[in-house]
């Protein structure tokens, strides 16, 4: 039988590069979740995109575990590095 799922978190992390410190440990703490767990988990699946932002949805389900699927890194990241900006433009 399947586990019921609880909520859905998104978010994005760096890849390689996730801490307990916010957003991770909050998202995760007010479900109860591992927070340590989690962050080595993430860190080893991504060690090798390491710099790179990835949207990431983590499954939480009733008995406190979890499951997560990373996303491939947004475009808007690609062009950043590509004309070496750490941010887009002010106006739309």
């Known amino acids: 039988m399947a586990k019921k799922i609880?909520?859905?978190?998104?978010?994005?992390?760096?890849?390689?590069?996730?801490?307990?410190?916010?957003?991770?440990?909050?998202?995760?703490?007010?479900?109860?979740?591992?927070?340590?767990?989690?962050?080595?988990?993430?860190?080893?699946?991504?060690?090798?995109?390491?710099?790179?932002?990835?949207?990431?949805v983590i499954t939480v389900y009733v008995d406190r575990t979890f499951s997560f699927i990373t996303k491939k890194p947004p475009v808007a990241e690609f062009i950043k590095k590509a004309i070496s900006k750490e941010k887009g433009s002010q106006k739309p």
């Open 6 to 56: 609880k909520t859905l978190i998104k978010l994005n992390i760096k890849a390689g590069e996730a801490t307990p410190a916010p957003p991770v440990g909050p998202a995760l703490g007010q479900h109860g979740l591992p927070i340590m767990e989690f962050v080595k988990e993430f860190n080893a699946r991504t060690i090798k995109m390491k710099g790179n932002i990835l949207p990431v």
